[in-house]
Nanobody
């Protein structure tokens, strides 16, 4: 059974850092693209970052470029969202999601809509506040 489990959310002051984890089970990252999404109260879910699990290529939303990165550990079958220089507007529930990738695909796009992802984690709350 394919499963994604997020962890690492919490309360942090503006300018601080958090690292979210997305642990995958039931499949190998090599064959999937992993996306990070967030949803703030009253707002639509938006893509934040994505990574090609096999190649490691990433794509980030303009709102987080230079602040967020998406490393992976294939041995642990885990993808991370390293969030630095956090702002109050980063407050949201963060989700990771997975979609299978064709062998010919070499990249991912943060613009890919959430509906193309097949598997979702339960979400983790990130609150940026002083």
């Amino acid at each position: 059974q394919l499963q994604l489990v997020e962890s690492g959310g919490g309360l942090v002051q503006p300018g601080g850092s958090l690292r979210l984890s997305c642990a995958a089970s039931g499949f190998t990252l090599d064959d999937y693209r992993i996306g990070w999404f967030r949803q703030a109260p009253g707002k639509e879910r938006e893509g934040v970052s994505c990574i090609h699990g096999g190649i490691g290529s990433t794509d980030d939303a303009d709102s987080v470029k230079g602040r967020f990165t998406t490393p992976r550990d294939n041995a642990q079958n885990t993808v991370y969202l390293q969030m630095n220089s956090l702002k109050p507007e980063d407050t949201a529930v963060y989700f990771c999601a997975a979609r299978s990738t064709a062998p010919s695909a070499k990249s991912c796009s943060v613009a890919a809509p959430s509906r193309v992802y097949d598997y979702w984690g339960q979400g983790t709350q990130v609150t940026v506040s002083s």
